[in-house]
Each structure stands twice: as C-alpha cells, then as structure tokens.
C-alpha cells in the first residue's frame, strides 16, 4: 500500500495543476490541454498516472476526451434550481442559447399501478401523459415524461404545446401549494440514450417531481439529464427561503 501513496500524490498533483489553469481562466472553454505525453514529461510521470487524473477530470465533467483527437476544457454546466419549479425554456434563453422543444407524446392512458400510486387514484383510471425533448443549441438537455390528472386538467390534451411546453402551461394555469423533488443518479435505457444523443453507459441526473393542490396530485414528472450537460442546485438562506441576490 505504501508504493502507491507517492503514484497518488502525482495523479492529485497533475489534477489541481488543471484545475487551477481552468480555474483562474487560463484555459478558458474549448481550449485543447496538453497532450498525454506531454502531461508525462512535464512532471516525469507514468502514463497510466496521467491518464487516471484525465479519467477522474472527465468524470468530474471538467474535461471532455475526444479518442484521437485531445483533451479539452469542458463547457460550464447550467444549474437549475431545485427550491422552485425551474422553466427550463427561460433558463436556456436567459444564457442567450436557442431553445426548442420537440413533443414526442400527448395521449390518454389508463394509469399503471405505479402511477396511480403516485397521482393517489386507482390502477386504470384515466390519466394524461406527455414526452417531450428540450433542447440548448439543438442539444438535448432534458428528457420530460410527465403523467396529468385529468380532475384537476381537464383541457391538458387540448393545448398547444409546440407554442407553450407542458411544464409552462401548468405553471401559468393551475395553481399549486405543495411541490416534491427527489433527485436520483441513473444510467438511461437504450431508448432514452438516443433521445438524449448519449452513450446507455454515460449517468443522467433524474428530477421527479410532484405538485398538489388543496392536497389534490396535480402531476408527476420525470426529467432525465445528462450528467455531463447539466446539474441541480440551489441556494438558499438559514431561514430556508431562496436567495436570489
């Protein structure tokens, strides 16, 4: 155990050497590091050292590997709040980022024991569900699948979602007093990897939420992120109201 403290402290070394070039702007978003080679005969270390430092920088999501091509700084991750209910189009275009969504499903289904659990109502009762993909820069982001009582929204079907995404519209018009959020680390399903434009083997950050009103289920949701394109955070103060300052 001890021949492996002195490999460690050079992998530690080679990481914050990095992070501190990326930190302080010197290599801003885009820019290419130093080779791996390169990375060996500047602190006289074995590749495989480098290459975990490079490994674990990736993970992090401060680098992004392209094989055969180079390391380069990774792109800042947007954060979205998790203290309120995020409007994912507003986020997008307040980073002065093009913003679409593409509805993949608005139908009517009876609801699965599952769902029905989580709305309080009874297997195979009616229920409305929606899919859609929001995307920054034709860049998918999130992966939406959202379940509707149909007591509470009767007209969810009827909307026009391609002009306001299913997320806004119930903001706008039904009022809401509780909201619960969980967030899970996850792999996606095939299926949703190639929704996302990701690899099944790379983690996705998934936000379920729920809403109510008068203690009545409004909706359940599901949105499925790249870990590496996004994460969830907040900041609040000791009183537990957010800050936005």
């Avoid at 954060?79 to 093009?98: K, V």
């Avoid at 009767?154 to 909201?179: G, K, N, T």
């Amino acid at each position: 155990m001890k021949r492996d403290l002195p490999s460690l402290a050079l992998y530690a070394q080679v990481k914050d050497h990095i992070s501190r070039k990326i930190q302080d702007g010197s290599w801003p978003a885009g820019h290419r590091l130093p080779s791996e080679s390169e990375l060996v005969a500047q602190f006289g270390i074995s590749r495989m050292t480098v290459n975990r430092a490079l490994r674990e920088l990736m993970e992090q999501g401060r680098i992004v590997r392209v094989a055969g091509v180079g390391s380069f700084v990774a792109e800042n991750k947007p954060q979205s709040t998790l203290l309120q209910i995020a409007n994912i189009a507003s986020e997008i275009r307040q980073r002065g980022h093009d913003y679409r969504c593409e509805m993949l499903a608005v139908e009517r289904l009876a609801a699965s024991p599952d769902v029905a659990a989580w709305l309080d109502m009874r297997a195979g009762t009616s229920v409305f569900h929606s899919v859609c993909l929001h995307l920054e820069n034709d860049t998918p982001v999130q992966l939406e699948e959202r379940y509707v009582n149909p007591l509470v929204v009767p007209d969810f079907l009827e909307q026009d979602f391609a002009a306001v995404p299913p997320s806004e519209y119930l903001v706008r018009h039904v009022p809401f007093d509780q909201i619960e959020h969980v967030v899970d680390a996850v792999l996606p399903t095939a299926e949703q990897a190639g929704r996302l434009a990701m690899e099944p083997t790379d983690p996705c950050l998934l936000l379920t939420r729920r809403t109510w009103t008068r203690n009545t289920p409004v909706t359940w949701v599901r949105c499925l992120h790249p870990a590496s394109r996004y994460s969830l955070g907040s900041r609040f103060k000791a009183d537990g109201n957010p800050s936005f300052g």
